[in-house]
């Protein structure tokens, strides 16, 4: 039984050569097909992430705008005059619109309450 060395001893250089060559060539391609593969990986964990973060900071904001709607509210029903009750009542549709807007984007979004895994649709 012949071994490798064996059959690499009775084949000129050019062969020896041309057969590291192929096996770095078939290296360097596998080793491209995973780089690849994992910057591919590496984009989707990252688009998942921005959009977390999105979602994170638009929840904050609609947090912030539950408050301001509870307090602008306070501030109409405690006024003294007219022109705070004016401006309480603009302050107060401001936050409400800001409140109505988060509200549609979160309805919009195919993430499911928890935001661990897409809503399933039906």
Do not use: C, W, Y
Request: proline share 2%.
């Amino acid at each position: 039984m012949k071994t490798i060395g064996g059959f690499l001893r009775d084949r000129p250089i050019a062969v020896k050569l041309g057969l590291v060559t192929g096996i770095a060539l078939a290296s360097l391609a596998v080793t491209g097909v995973v780089a690849a593969v994992s910057l591919d990986q590496a984009t989707d964990r990252a688009l998942t992430l921005q959009s977390a973060a999105l979602h994170a900071q638009a929840q904050m904001e609609a947090d912030m705008a539950h408050d301001a709607v509870s307090s602008d509210l306070l501030r109409v029903i405690v006024a003294t005059n007219a022109a705070e009750r004016q401006s309480a009542t603009e302050d107060l549709s401001a936050s409400s619109e800001m409140l109505r807007d988060k509200l549609v984007l979160f309805r919009s979004t195919d993430v499911s309450p928890s935001g661990r895994s897409p809503r399933s649709r039906r």
